[in-house]
């Protein structure tokens, strides 16, 4: 951890947690070989980290994990989330990102149309508080994304501000490689 900033809710370890919290973060540990502190803090609420966990599977499979990463960074970066930011670079590398295309996910921007369509249609949720225009519809639209991919953007805007949010009253120590946030476009 690059920070010396203090958590405000102590990660729970995997050795420590019981019942239902150490179900849930066995089979995070099993699934990806380590268990983030995002979860080990929200493991303080199995339901709350249960949530999180279902909504995360069951909506991963419409967009690419790439665009995924790629609506987090922006979001994490928009809502200063510095856990966030720095996990899903990680992530966003492991699915193949150039350094150039992470970079630019923080400011909402991609070299792909199609991306960047979508994480300008990302950042009008966050600045509008979901209240986007007929017109920000139609342009999404015209991009080429349905009424199942727009559903979809929308889940994980707010999946991801929930854990930005999480992150950011907790201080979750941040057990990725530290990014900077970066001023909003």
């Not at 080429?144 to 907790?170: C, M, P, Q, R, S």
């Amino acid at each position: 951890m690059v920070s010396n900033i203090m958590s405000r809710i102590n990660a729970i370890t995997n050795e420590d947690a019981t019942g239902m919290a150490k179900s849930l973060l066995d089979a995070v540990q099993a699934k990806l070989g380590m268990t983030p502190n995002l979860m080990k803090t929200m493991a303080h609420s199995p339901e709350a980290l249960q949530g999180y966990l279902a909504l995360n599977e069951s909506i991963g499979s419409t967009l690419t994990a790439e665009l995924r990463a790629q609506i987090a960074i922006a979001v994490a970066n928009a809502n200063g989330c510095r856990y966030c930011l720095s996990a899903h670079t990680a992530i966003g590398k492991m699915a193949g990102l150039s350094d150039e295309e992470l970079s630019r996910a923080r400011n909402a921007d991609a070299m792909d149309a199609k991306a960047k369509a979508v994480l300008g249609f990302a950042s009008k949720i966050i600045r509008e508080r979901g209240s986007v225009s007929d017109e920000d519809l139609r342009e999404i639209r015209s991009a080429g994304f349905g009424d199942k991919e727009i559903t979809e953007i929308v889940a994980h805007v707010a999946l991801n501000t929930l854990t930005n949010y999480f992150n950011n009253v907790a201080r979750t120590e941040i057990d990725f490689p530290e990014i900077a946030l970066t001023a909003a476009a």
